[in-house]
């Protein structure tokens, strides 16, 4: 069918009518006036008062309601009715606007002009609304009459969500109905059930029924349209085709409900719903979570927040349609794929958009869609504007997702780390404190080690005077300064007879004295122990004092050698002992000298270190 509304309307004000109410069945409402006179269809003149006088009903306070007339090509065209108490007539406007606030409006404006026999003013404020042009959809109408008077009002955008308390029809259901109930009948018009409403009050009982279509934007329902149904229409109520029909409560009591079947009755006067049907619950559940929050989510729902949570949730249902849309070659033109639009969905929304494919309000919704696109038109709506909003915050969740996925994952690393080292810590730091621990006592042993060396090198750098007697001098008169062999060399050179200086040096013991034993060249002379060029002591400042460590060292081995290598020898021996006496007379040897010198060098032979210097 398509779009329920006319796209451009010539006028603002199609007929304006006063219609007497019956008296009793012998006698039924009529049309006493109208404007203008040539309106002449004569199926919507039939109908009108019908409408206007649906049942008998009393009121203390003026009543508005609206009821629509379906033409021959399902384009509606909109009633505004006005009762006021005790009147014998009402007030009715037909335009193709649905602009309930703006014609409620102009209904009071001129039935105050009637009541105050202002018949001119009134004709010629009906004249000027009629001649005038279609006002822009949310803008402000002017219609100037009689002596510089004018009616103003303010016309709404029906291309806009409805807003409360703006829309008197949605303020009035939502007063009325809680959102549970508001959702059950939105789930029931979604599966195009057989709805009935009910009211004592004519205005709510058509506010409700309007506001029922008016969210479920962007589609329009397709079926049985009553806001209001009159007496003689109630066999519509056994029809088994859906509708959504609005009935005066007493009216309603004289219909057979079991001839009605299944059908959603909605009490808007006590907010009760009886429903068959679970359709609620065959609904995706997140569309409903949301549907729910968004309803409850604020205390002071002004503005389109009721308007606009129905219509999120449609975006949820049907906002990828675009996604199915395929370009057919051979007449270049935009198809849908009824296919594709259930496969893209998730497991869970596919039963519901496999029966919603078969629902007139969608094939509506995209038949409107697809000719916009084909002719070239601008399918920028509310509905699109939310489609962007929605993928926008899908993008961002998808985004917000990942950055808590990222930030779980780091503080789960963070804990498993904290955990390794919690475990791990309590090893460590004994290997640490062991380690530290061994490392001091081998510095402290290090230390006392070479405090010990350096002792026994001082003892030996110093000259020994005892009992007349000096320490062996250097050979040849050469300088301690100036070795014949590197300290660090092992090469000994050619093997030599040497020849020792003997000398009184018993009082020293073999741990404490041992002396150097120097190679000496065969050719050079020996050089008088009293000589002066012979008491010179090697200056602290030129000691080697690796290479003298070493020869300390190796002086033990050798002494430990002597004594160990020849059997019958005591440590402590006198003149046997590794410390000799040394003879100062030039060209004689003692024999136990020369036979200790060459036990020693056997020794080094044997037990060889690891340097050996030449002095």
Same mark, same amino acid.
Request: net charge neutral.
């Given at each position: 069918?398509?779009?329920?509304?006319?796209?451009?309307? +010539?006028?603002?004000?199609?007929?304006?009518? *006063?219609?007497?109410?019956?008296? /009793?069945?012998?006698?039924?409402?009529?049309?006493?006036?109208?404007?203008?006179?040539?309106?002449?269809?004569?199926e919507v003149l039939k109908s009108v008062p019908q409408f206007a006088f649906p049942c008998s009903f009393e009121s203390s306070n003026v009543q508005?309601?609206?009821?629509?007339?379906?033409?021959? =090509?399902?384009?509606?065209?909109?009633?505004?009715?006005?009762?006021a108490p005790g009147a014998e007539t009402a007030l009715v406007l037909l335009s193709h606007l649905p602009w309930h606030e703006t014609f409620y409006?102009?209904?009071?404006?001129?039935?105050?002009?009637?009541?105050?026999?202002?018949?001119?003013?009134?004709?010629?404020?009906?004249?000027?609304?009629?001649?005038?042009?279609?006002?822009?959809?949310?803008? *402000?109408?002017?219609?100037?009459?009689?002596?510089?008077?004018?009616?103003?009002?303010?016309?709404?955008?029906?291309?806009?969500?409805?807003?409360?308390?703006?829309?008197?029809?949605?303020?009035?259901?939502?007063?009325?109905?809680?959102?549970?109930?508001?959702?059950?009948?939105?789930?029931?018009?979604?599966?195009?059930?057989?709805?009935?409403?009910?009211?004592?009050?004519?205005?709510?009982?058509?506010?409700?029924?309007?506001?029922?279509?008016?969210?479920?934007?962007?589609?329009?329902?397709?079926?049985?349209?009553?806001?209001?149904?009159?007496?003689?229409?109630?066999?519509?109520?056994?029809?088994?085709?859906?509708?959504?029909?609005?009935?005066?409560?007493?009216?309603?009591?004289?219909?057979?409900?079991?001839?009605? $079947?299944?059908?959603?009755?909605?009490?808007?006067?006590?907010?009760?719903?009886?429903?068959?049907?679970?359709?609620?619950?065959?609904?995706?559940?997140?569309?409903?979570?949301?549907?729910?929050?968004? %309803?409850?989510?604020?205390?002071?729902?002004? /503005? =389109?927040?009721?308007?606009?949570?129905?219509?999120? @949730?449609?975006?949820?249902?049907? $906002?990828?349609? +675009?996604?199915?849309?395929?370009?057919?070659? &051979?007449?270049?033109?935009?198809?849908?794929?009824?296919?594709?639009?259930?496969?893209?969905?998730?497991?869970?929304?596919?039963?519901?958009? &496999?029966?919603?494919?078969?629902?007139?309000?969608?094939?509506?919704?995209?038949? &409107?869609?697809?000719?916009?696109?084909?002719?070239?038109?601008?399918?920028?709506?509310?509905?699109? %504007?939310?489609?962007?909003?929605?993928?926008?915050?899908?993008?961002?969740?998808?985004?917000?997702?990942?950055?808590?996925?990222?930030?779980?994952?780091?503080?789960?690393?963070?804990?498993?780390?904290?955990?390794?080292?919690?475990?791990?810590?309590?090893?460590? +730091?004994?290997?640490?404190?062991?380690?530290?621990?061994?490392?001091?006592?081998?510095?402290?042993?290090?230390?006392?080690?070479?405090?010990?060396?350096?002792?026994?090198?001082?003892?030996?750098?110093?000259?020994?005077?005892? =009992?007349?007697?000096l320490p062996p001098t250097w050979i040849n008169g050469e300088s301690p300064q100036k070795p014949r062999s590197a300290p660090s060399s092992p090469?000994?050179?050619?093997?030599?007879?040497?020849?020792?200086?003997?000398?009184?040096? @018993?009082?020293?013991?073999?741990?404490?004295?041992?002396?150097?034993?120097?190679?000496?060249?065969?050719? !050079? /002379?020996?050089?008088?122990? $009293?000589?002066?060029?012979?008491?010179?002591?090697?200056?602290?400042?030129?000691?080697?004092?690796? /290479?003298?460590? *070493?020869?300390?060292?190796?002086?033990?081995?050798?002494? *430990?050698? &002597?004594?160990?290598?020849?059997?019958?020898?005591?440590?402590?021996?006198?003149?046997?002992?590794?410390?000799?006496?040394?003879?100062?007379?030039?060209?004689?040897?003692?024999?136990? $000298?020369?036979?200790?010198?060459?036990?020693?060098?056997?020794?080094?032979? =044997?037990?060889?270190?690891?340097?050996? @210097? !030449?002095?």
């Amino acid at each position: 069918m398509g779009s329920r509304l006319r796209e451009n309307p +010539k006028r603002l004000l199609e007929c304006w009518c *006063e219609v007497v109410g019956p008296k /009793g069945r012998e006698r039924p409402a009529w049309i006493i006036q109208k404007f203008p006179n040539s309106y002449d269809i004569e199926e919507v003149l039939k109908s009108v008062p019908q409408f206007a006088f649906p049942c008998s009903f009393e009121s203390s306070n003026v009543q508005h309601f609206s009821f629509v007339l379906t033409s021959l =090509d399902s384009k509606w065209t909109y009633g505004f009715c006005r009762h006021a108490p005790g009147a014998e007539t009402a007030l009715v406007l037909l335009s193709h606007l649905p602009w309930h606030e703006t014609f409620y409006k102009l209904l009071n404006h001129l039935s105050e002009m009637m009541s105050s026999d202002r018949t001119s003013d009134m004709a010629s404020c009906l004249q000027n609304i009629y001649k005038s042009p279609v006002p822009h959809p949310g803008s *402000e109408i002017t219609v100037p009459y009689g002596d510089s008077k004018f009616f103003v009002a303010q016309c709404p955008n029906h291309l806009k969500l409805p807003t409360i308390p703006e829309n008197r029809n949605l303020s009035e259901y939502y007063n009325a109905v809680d959102t549970n109930n508001m959702i059950i009948i939105f789930a029931s018009m979604l599966y195009e059930r057989r709805i009935i409403m009910m009211s004592k009050r004519l205005s709510r009982l058509s506010a409700c029924v309007q506001a029922a279509n008016s969210v479920i934007y962007p589609m329009q329902w397709q079926h049985i349209f009553i806001p209001v149904l009159p007496q003689h229409l109630l066999d519509y109520l056994l029809a088994p085709m859906p509708f959504l029909i609005g009935v005066n409560t007493l009216l309603l009591a004289k219909v057979q409900m079991d001839d009605v $079947g299944e059908a959603v009755i909605l009490d808007a006067d006590n907010n009760t719903v009886k429903t068959p049907f679970n359709d609620v619950d065959t609904l995706p559940d997140e569309v409903v979570i949301n549907l729910k929050r968004n %309803l409850k989510s604020s205390n002071n729902m002004l /503005g =389109d927040s009721v308007a606009r949570a129905f219509l999120r @949730a449609l975006v949820q249902l049907i $906002g990828n349609y +675009k996604e199915a849309l395929q370009f057919r070659e &051979e007449d270049s033109r935009i198809t849908f794929n009824r296919e594709k639009f259930v496969a893209i969905r998730p497991p869970n929304f596919q039963p519901f958009v &496999e029966k919603m494919l078969e629902l007139q309000i969608f094939q509506q919704f995209i038949e &409107e869609r697809l000719e916009r696109l084909n002719s070239g038109k601008q399918t920028s709506d509310e509905f699109e %504007l939310e489609v962007s909003v929605y993928c926008e915050k899908s993008s961002s969740k998808v985004k917000q997702q990942y950055k808590q996925f990222v930030t779980n994952v780091r503080k789960e690393g963070g804990a498993i780390v904290k955990t390794m080292k919690n475990k791990t810590n309590p090893a460590v +730091k004994s290997a640490v404190k062991s380690v530290t621990k061994g490392s001091k006592q081998v510095k402290e042993k290090s230390r006392q080690t070479y405090k010990d060396l350096r002792g026994k090198i001082k003892d030996f750098q110093q000259p020994r005077v005892e =009992d007349g007697t000096l320490p062996p001098t250097w050979i040849n008169g050469e300088s301690p300064q100036k070795p014949r062999s590197a300290p660090s060399s092992p090469v000994l050179g050619v093997k030599r007879r040497p020849r020792t200086v003997g000398g009184n040096m @018993a009082g020293y013991s073999a741990k404490a004295t041992a002396p150097k034993y120097e190679l000496i060249d065969t050719d !050079s /002379g020996l050089m008088s122990p $009293g000589s002066t060029d012979s008491l010179s002591t090697p200056s602290p400042q030129s000691i080697d004092l690796i /290479g003298e460590m *070493e020869e300390i060292i190796r002086a033990k081995l050798g002494q *430990e050698s &002597e004594v160990d290598g020849e059997p019958g020898h005591s440590s402590t021996g006198g003149s046997n002992s590794a410390t000799s006496s040394v003879h100062n007379s030039p060209g004689s040897e003692s024999a136990s $000298g020369s036979t200790s010198t060459v036990t020693m060098l056997q020794s080094l032979k =044997d037990h060889p270190p690891s340097l050996m @210097a !030449s002095k």
